[in-house]
């Protein structure tokens, strides 16, 4: 009580009452919060839970340090089968697919040799038979824009080392035409195929070779020093896993039976390929939101993802739920010719960069990326700012050093965000609607609204009652 | 793809270079210029190199590290003038201010990460969204004051539980009044700093108290108010239980600058009474307890018993404009009252003279007004009151309801006394009396209806105490600074009227 500067929040004659005394006074620029959300947002706020349940949640989600361990097929690390699909964002049927989806799927069935022609798949992927659908989430797996693996497809492997927990991603195959954005003709599917016969085994042999396991998370901390937000810039994270791995590619590449061609041909795709960390950057959010699951009454958000259809969010207090909202078309620039009218809405598990506090989260430290709507450096400054009402606490290992190395704004607080109304920014690529297009823009995005919302009233039922 | 009404500029710029999203921005800004059908300025890397060619444009032999700069321009058009766009576009550009205003906190959470760890949350947004900004300072470590009121009581039972278990204090909800290290929060009176501890389950009750030691602080050493702790209207009811009391009691007990403390509160549940104190008697600091009801003492006769313990006499409560006052028009009392504990007070006392009386807020539930709030028998109306506040100001701010009521009163021939309150300080409207003395003269014209005020409020209010009694005794007037005092002069107005007796 010796302190005497004063929080106002509510009428503005209060805090002027108090400043009249010669009082330092901070205003809080309150508003409405989302309709209809005031009786859910008071049963959580007074859930006894919930304090040491986020306070659990943000604790094990910021404990984690992500180690690539290995290089392997998704047959081998997921068990996947033959007919066996997996895809972006919350759970989807086939009828529902977007273009891009659906590309992406096709051409992922003739890359497993279900159909010859990419394009006899729609049918297969209709009749149901044989085929199924699960998304990646569900399978300790992120896939960026359609997140479509198959079983050939090989996966990065990180790991947890404190609990021996694993998750998985694909490998990156660079821009432009290519089948995460929904493009399945020869030329993805033949680099796609280069893949797994030359790029997967030889990163395989190099992560095995690697004396010491590569640091992912540590990456990240010293990539979002150096201009990437790790969503839609990589750069600096790319450049630094080669640094990580080219050693080992070149002598353990060797004794693992590739040439110097191998060796050059897959350097030269990676560094020629400024998204490829991106691949490792997800499943190094999913590893520390995936500690941060299961917590009673913890109001965290523990995954964003969008299939192209449906936006879904899954939240710490409410299991594997997933609260689901139209996905929206991004805001931004268009490659070429191409216009919002081209555009598919929003799609890809890489929100798991947002949900973990990067990507569109860390735009301070990544002002490019800001110019993908027009905007300036005060608004990436402003963003980073502004994504700070929502969360729960600052990650110390990822700071910004433009903010006075301030921690990236982490761990979305559901109820924060019905408060204000202030939603995740996420940055994004665009993928064009039509199946076989591939990537049209990038820009910026945010979930639908009205999903938090719906994900409080599940916490808000789960309240025990006094 | 080209048409014959168009031309095609394409030109290298080798060891230019930009980010492909400002170039990204940079053709989509050229693409804006007259003339220009489409513009695709890039890198010349594989994949723009595939864009140009989709668009129909031939691009000559390049390296990606050659800026590519492509238009597609309406027949006649100026070459020139699109490639000054390009250029422009191409131009670095400085914001130009240097604004980097951080906006505004939007969360109670968010405000208090700029505070220092003492911050103290005053929160008076409404009351369906009260509890969620509380609960953000609870959990932050800081003490709370909720002005707000309609916050549902299970809620103050959560918030005042959760900071108990943190040794966090709730001032509230509905908590009208608080003053901490001498800063008045709410509707708080100026008062001259003593050493003298407040806990207060009542806004008004604990103004009245700041009002009368104050006055009685001018000429006696020693007579001050260091904190009054507000707990909220509801602290000491059987639902609430007194928590917020209990770690008010315990943070003065502890203070070693507070020698005496001094507890109001409207009428308690007496398990929570009882409770209170055997509790206050374990306390090193004695504890005067002014806990309204049946049979208690007054607030007026509470401050004298602490000026009492302090070793002082009190002194005459003073009263201005008796002059003005004539006997009862009628045989009923009028009280219209904007302070909730001000008007349980008269009513008590009332009670014990005149028989059980009807109010908005009854002593019990059979006396309860209806929606009319004058009928034909004595009638007390707190306008402060959740239900006449939903979707409005405090009468505090917002005399309009009052003042209404006071006319129809007037206008009711069974009118004998109208007894009134009116409460200055921080928060109140900057000159009230000046909204209420003409009321005042209107509701005399016809006839002299006496007219009681109880007037509570220092000489270090931002309204001047002394101005403000001067207008209203001009209106016509009876100003009392005692609540108490102005209650027995209208029962004693009342009780000599014919038709006093029922």
């Given at each position: 009580m010796t302190d005497t500067t004063i929080v106002s929040v509510g009428a503005d004659m209060f805090a002027d009452a108090v400043a009249a005394q010669a009082v330092d006074v901070e205003r809080v620029d309150w508003r409405p919060p989302m309709p209809g959300t005031e009786t859910d947002l008071a049963a959580v706020a007074t859930d006894p839970r919930r304090p040491e349940a986020n306070r659990r949640a943000v604790e094990a989600m910021l404990g984690v340090t992500a180690h690539l361990v290995d290089v392997a097929p998704a047959s081998e690390v997921l068990g996947l089968e033959k007919g066996q699909f997996l895809h972006a964002g919350p759970p989807i049927e086939w009828a529902r697919t977007s273009g891009p989806l659906r590309g992406a799927l096709m051409g992922g069935a003739a890359l497993e040799g279900l159909v010859d022609d990419p394009e006899d798949a729609a049918a297969l992927f209709e009749s149901g038979s044989n085929v199924s659908l699960e998304p990646c989430h569900h399978r300790s797996a992120v896939g960026p824009m359609a997140g479509v693996v198959t079983p050939s497809m090989w996966m990065w492997v990180l790991e947890d080392r404190a609990t021996g927990r694993r998750t998985y991603?694909?490998?990156?195959?660079?821009?432009?035409?290519?089948?995460?954005?929904?493009?399945?003709?020869d030329e993805v599917l033949t680099r796609l195929r280069w893949m797994g016969d030359v790029l997967g085994p030889l990163l395989q042999a190099a992560v095995r070779g690697t004396e010491e396991a590569t640091d992912v998370t540590g990456i990240l901390t010293q990539m979002l020093q150096m201009g990437d937000e790790a969503h839609n810039r990589n750069r600096a994270g790319t450049l630094m896993l080669l640094r990580d791995l080219s050693p080992a590619m070149v002598s353990a590449g060797s004794d693992a039976g590739f040439d110097g061609k191998d060796v050059a041909d897959v350097l030269r795709f990676v560094g020629g390929n400024d998204h490829f960390f991106l691949n490792l950057a997800m499943p190094a959010c999913k590893l520390a939101l995936d500690a941060g699951r299961d917590v009673p009454g913890s109001t965290m958000v523990v995954a964003m993802a969008r299939n192209g259809t449906d936006f879904g969010i899954q939240v710490s207090g409410t299991g594997d739920e997933w609260f689901t909202g139209p996905a929206q078309v991004a805001e931004g620039l268009f490659l070429g010719d191409y216009g919002p009218d081209d555009?598919?809405?929003?799609?890809?598990?890489?929100?798991?960069?947002?949900?973990?506090?990067?990507?569109?989260?860390a735009m301070a430290t990544a002002p490019a990326?800001?110019?993908?709507?027009?905007?300036?450096?005060?608004?990436?400054?402003?963003?980073?700012?502004?994504?700070?009402?929502?969360?729960?606490?600052?990650?110390?290992?990822?700071?910004?050093?433009?903010?006075?190395?301030?921690?990236?704004?982490?761990?979305?607080?559901?109820?924060?965000?019905?408060?204000?109304?202030?939603?995740?920014?996420?940055?994004?690529?665009?993928?064009?609607?039509?199946?076989?297009?591939?990537?049209?823009?990038?820009?910026?995005?945010?979930?639908?609204?009205?999903?938090?919302?719906?994900?409080?009233?599940?916490?808000?039922?789960?309240?025990?009652t006094a | 793809m080209t048409t014959p009404l168009t031309t095609d500029h394409v030109e290298l710029r080798s060891g230019a270079y930009a980010d492909s999203v400002t170039l990204l921005q940079v053709s989509r800004s050229v693409q804006a210029t007259p003339g220009v059908v489409t513009a695709q300025v890039a890198m010349a890397t594989g994949l723009n190199l595939e864009v140009l060619e989709g668009m129909g444009f031939t691009v000559p032999a390049s390296s990606p590290n050659d800026m590519v700069v492509a238009l597609r321009l309406e027949e006649g058009a100026d070459a020139a003038q699109a490639l000054a766009a390009v250029d422009a576009a191409l131009a670095p550009t400085r914001p130009t201010s240097g604004d980097t205003t951080v906006a505004p906190p939007r969360t109670t959470t968010a405000a208090l990460r700029r505070t220092g760890a003492g911050a103290v949350a005053l929160v008076s947004v409404p009351g369906a969204s009260a509890t969620v900004e509380a609960m953000d300072a609870l959990e932050a470590g800081h003490d709370v004051m909720a002005f707000s009121d309609n916050v549902p009581v299970a809620e103050e039972v959560a918030l005042k539980t959760y900071a108990a278990s943190r040794g966090a204090l709730v001032m509230g909800p509905d908590c009208g009044t608080a003053v901490i290290d001498g800063v008045g929060l709410g509707f708080a009176n100026t008062v001259r700093p003593g050493r003298i501890g407040l806990v207060a389950a009542s806004g008004t009750g604990c103004q009245q108290l700041l009002a009368l030691l104050h006055h009685a602080g001018a000429s006696l050493d020693g007579v001050g108010v260091r904190h009054a702790l507000g707990v909220g209207?509801?602290?000491?009811?059987?639902?609430?239980?007194?928590?917020?009391?209990?770690?008010?009691?315990?943070?003065?007990?502890?203070?070693?600058?507070?020698?005496?403390?001094?507890?109001?509160?409207?009428?308690?549940?007496?398990?929570?009474?009882?409770?209170?104190?055997?509790?206050?008697?374990?306390?090193?600091?004695?504890?005067?307890?002014?806990?309204?009801?049946?049979?208690?003492?007054?607030?007026?006769?509470?401050?004298?018993?602490?000026?009492?313990?302090?070793?002082?006499?009190?002194?005459?409560?003073?009263?201005h404009g008796a002059d003005n006052t004539g006997p009862a028009t009628g045989p009923l009392l009028r009280g219209l009252f904007v302070g909730g504990t001000l008007c349980d007070e008269s009513m008590l006392m009332a009670t014990d003279v005149l028989g059980p009386v009807r109010s908005n807020i009854p002593l019990s539930e059979e006396l309860a007004l209806g929606d009319e709030l004058l009928v034909d028998d004595h009638t007390f109306v707190d306008f402060g009151d959740d239900a006449l506040t939903q979707g409005r100001a405090h009468p505090m701010i917002d005399p309009t309801l009052r003042n209404e009521q006071l006319a129809r009163a007037a206008a009711d021939p069974a009118t004998g006394v109208i007894l009134l309150d009116l409460v200055l300080g921080h928060g109140a409207e900057p000159d009230p009396a000046a909204l209420?003395?003409?009321?005042?003269?209107?509701?005399?014209?016809?006839?002299?209806?006496?007219?009681?005020?109880?007037?509570?409020?220092?000489?270090?209010?931002?309204?001047?105490?002394?101005?403000?009694?001067?207008?209203?005794?001009?209106?016509?007037?009876?100003?009392?600074?005692?609540?108490?005092?102005?209650?027995?002069?209208?029962l004693e107005l009342i009780s000599r009227s014919e038709g006093a007796a029922r």
């Open positions: 991603c694909s490998l990156n195959e660079g821009l432009g035409k290519v089948l995460r954005y929904g493009a399945y003709n555009a598919n809405p929003d799609i890809g598990d890489s929100a798991i960069t947002e949900t973990a506090g990067i990507g569109g989260f990326i800001v110019r993908l709507v027009g905007g300036s450096v005060p608004d990436a400054l402003a963003t980073t700012r502004r994504m700070h009402e929502i969360t729960l606490a600052e990650n110390p290992r990822w700071s910004v050093p433009v903010l006075e190395f301030q921690g990236t704004p982490t761990g979305i607080d559901v109820s924060k965000v019905c408060r204000t109304g202030i939603l995740p920014q996420i940055n994004t690529g665009m993928a064009g609607a039509v199946a076989g297009v591939g990537q049209v823009g990038a820009g910026l995005v945010t979930p639908p609204a009205e999903i938090f919302p719906k994900a409080l009233a599940a916490l808000a039922a789960r309240v025990p | 209207g509801r602290d000491l009811s059987a639902a609430v239980g007194g928590l917020a009391t209990r770690e008010a009691l315990r943070r003065l007990d502890a203070d070693p600058d507070v020698d005496l403390v001094v507890v109001v509160s409207k009428p308690p549940a007496p398990d929570v009474a009882d409770a209170l104190a055997r509790e206050s008697d374990a306390l090193g600091t004695p504890v005067e307890l002014g806990l309204l009801g049946r049979g208690q003492r007054d607030l007026t006769a509470v401050a004298e018993a602490v000026l009492a313990r302090l070793g002082h006499e009190a002194p005459a409560w003073p009263v209420l003395a003409p009321e005042i003269v209107a509701a005399r014209r016809e006839r002299p209806v006496p007219v009681v005020v109880s007037l509570v409020g220092t000489d270090l209010d931002p309204q001047g105490l002394e101005a403000q009694r001067d207008a209203l005794v001009a209106a016509g007037a009876e100003v009392h600074l005692s609540n108490a005092s102005a209650t027995r002069r209208a």
